[in-house]
């Protein structure tokens, strides 16, 4: 009698097992076709399609419902060329730009185990998201409809915190102000370039200045496109040449996560610098090779001003799950996928599917790679918390030369804070900040072998967070170009 219950039991659940393969074989069947209409811009199949959001690891509405219509009104408002008045503010308040209304961003005081442990909890059930964290603070970004439940928790777990980011929806509607009518006139009539350094720029106007110094600066500028992106977009970078044979090189980037804006407006910054102020420089920094691309994911970075404030990864696709992007800062061949660094594609910090398996990362490594020897210095920028930061990042460990490192970093913030700059922390970032293999700068110092190697976080400290206000492009350029300086100098000696 026994036995025949138990042989019930176990072939009603081989049955639910073999009901529960097929509904997961036609799900991921359906959400295939699903990706190829949305992918394929010629399709006539019906019009409306599904969209699924990378918040969806925040809030529990995964899936959101567009008109197609919809998402190819965006493209074409985007993709115009830009003169019209009002295109900037048009594209933030389209349908499908995500808000965030209410949302609040918290400075949670982590002193303990049992306080980080508290945070992973908030983190695993979808109750925040991490901003930034170092060894005694995490930031963390909170939906509205979360935010009574966390700070509930929180208390309860006698843990301090203070709201830095009030609503994230206002920071990111004030950060980015619209071209004035004057501007537009001056691009419409000057006829070379539209950058600025007062408005975060789509990709179109960075390549566009990059491209107006190549022509009219042969002497010693030149432009490359050394690879593509995942959906195709060029990945531009700008040789400053010391017109020098054998000269040393310095590397440098920015935006290689997409959110991180200021990031590239302050490569684009240094850019302009070594170019239309070279009568500026000494002949230290006038004899280095530079190589620099002031955005290395332009997709993720389109896709972070189209619809998405805060996304931070590339837009890779991969067979089999509904969630976007790696995160190409730890996407790099060394430690690659050991410590903080992701195995599943809709985490925020995914390594990708192999070491450089990401066209953004991998064009890059071949470039470099190409010409190592000649390096001698790899600056890679991003955002926030005001830190220059050198390897290892994989693990609490440092390379045998770390002193050499210290002491340029020492000087390169020194160098900062004398130029009207912000304080900069100085040291290794597993320490500092928290292990993350896969990062650039580790792939820099232990692969292409470039002495002095380092990620230097921009500003702020937290008050806006990713969403730096614009009017703060020309001091965060300013004291990174102090830094770039500093640093040359000691590299030629
Ligand atoms: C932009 O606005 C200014 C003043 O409001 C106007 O003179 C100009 O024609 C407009 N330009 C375009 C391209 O609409
Ligand atoms: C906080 O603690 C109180 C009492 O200990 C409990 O009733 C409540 O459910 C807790 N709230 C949360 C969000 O953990
Ligand atoms: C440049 O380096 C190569 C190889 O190291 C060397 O053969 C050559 O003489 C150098 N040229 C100059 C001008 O220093
Ligand atoms: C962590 O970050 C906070 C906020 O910027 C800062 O006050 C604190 O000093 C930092 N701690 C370390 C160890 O760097
Ligand atoms: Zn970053």
């Keep these: 009698m026994n036995t025949m219950n138990f042989r019930n039991v176990n072939s009603t659940i081989n049955e639910i097992r073999v009901v529960i393969f097929f509904l997961y074989v036609f799900i991921v069947l359906v959400c295939l076709v699903i990706a190829e209409i949305e992918n394929d811009p010629t399709s006539t199949l019906p019009t409306t399609t599904l969209q699924f959001s990378p918040s969806a690891l925040i809030s529990s509405s995964t899936i959101r419902y567009t008109e197609k219509a919809d998402l190819e009104s965006i493209k074409i408002t985007t993709f115009m060329p830009t003169l019209n008045n009002n295109s900037v503010t048009k594209i933030t308040n389209t349908k499908n730009t995500i808000r965030y209304d209410g949302d609040q961003v918290l400075r949670v005081f982590t002193v303990n185990s049992k306080h980080r442990k508290k945070i992973k909890e908030l983190e695993r059930d979808g109750k925040g998201q991490k901003w930034a964290s170092n060894t005694t603070t995490v930031d963390l970004f909170i939906k509205k409809e979360k935010i009574e439940d966390v700070k509930q928790s929180l ?7 203070r709201i830095l980011v009030e609503d994230v929806q206002k920071a990111v509607d004030e950060e980015n102000p619209p071209f004035t009518s004057e501007e537009l006139n001056e691009f419409s009539s000057r006829k070379g370039h539209r950058l600025t350094f007062e408005h975060y720029h789509r990709l179109a106007d960075m390549h566009g200045f990059l491209d107006y110094l190549g022509s009219t600066k042969s002497d ?36 290689i996560h997409a959110r991180e804006w200021i990031a590239s407006a302050t490569v684009l910054y240094i850019i302009n610098e070594l170019v239309e102020n070279r009568d500026n420089l000494d002949k230290e920094i006038l004899d280095i090779d530079f190589y620099i691309i002031p955005l290395m994911n332009p997709d993720g970075y389109e896709y972070s001003h189209e619809q998405e404030r805060l996304w931070r990864k590339n837009r890779r696709r991969s067979f089999g799950s509904f969630c976007v992007g790696t995160d190409l800062n730890r996407n790099w061949a060394y430690e690659w996928g050991g410590q903080g660094a992701g195995k599943y594609q809709c985490q925020e910090i995914y390594a990708g599917s192999g070491p450089l398996s990401e066209p953004e990362t991998k064009s890059v490594a071949n470039f470099i790679m190409e010409r190592n020897s000649k390096f001698k210095a790899f600056v890679t920028f991003h955002s926030y918390g005001q830190y220059i930061l050198y390897p290892w990042g994989h693990a609490k460990r440092l390379p045998s030369d770390s002193e050499d490192m210290d002491r340029v970093g020492r000087i390169a913030a020194a160098a900062m804070k004398q130029n009207g700059g912000a304080t900069y922390t100085v040291g290794n970032s597993a320490a500092l900040l928290y292990p993350a293999a896969g990062s650039s700068d580790d792939w820099a110092k232990g692969i292409a072998k470039i002495k002095y190697s ?3 976080e921009l500003r702020d400290t937290g008050r806006h967070g990713f969403i730096l206000p614009a009017s703060q492009i020309k001091i965060s350029g300013k004291e990174a170009f102090a830094a770039i300086k500093a640093i040359s100098k000691e590299i030629q000696s």
């Design 454 to 456: 380092y990620t230097i």
């Design 155 to 161: 208390t309860n777990a006698s843990m301090d915190f």
């Design 220 to 255: 010693f500028v030149s432009v490359h496109t050394i690879g593509q992106s995942v959906e195709g977009r060029a990945i531009k970078l700008i040789k400053i040449s010391s017109s020098k044979p054998n000269a040393t090189a310095f590397w440098i980037d920015g935006g």
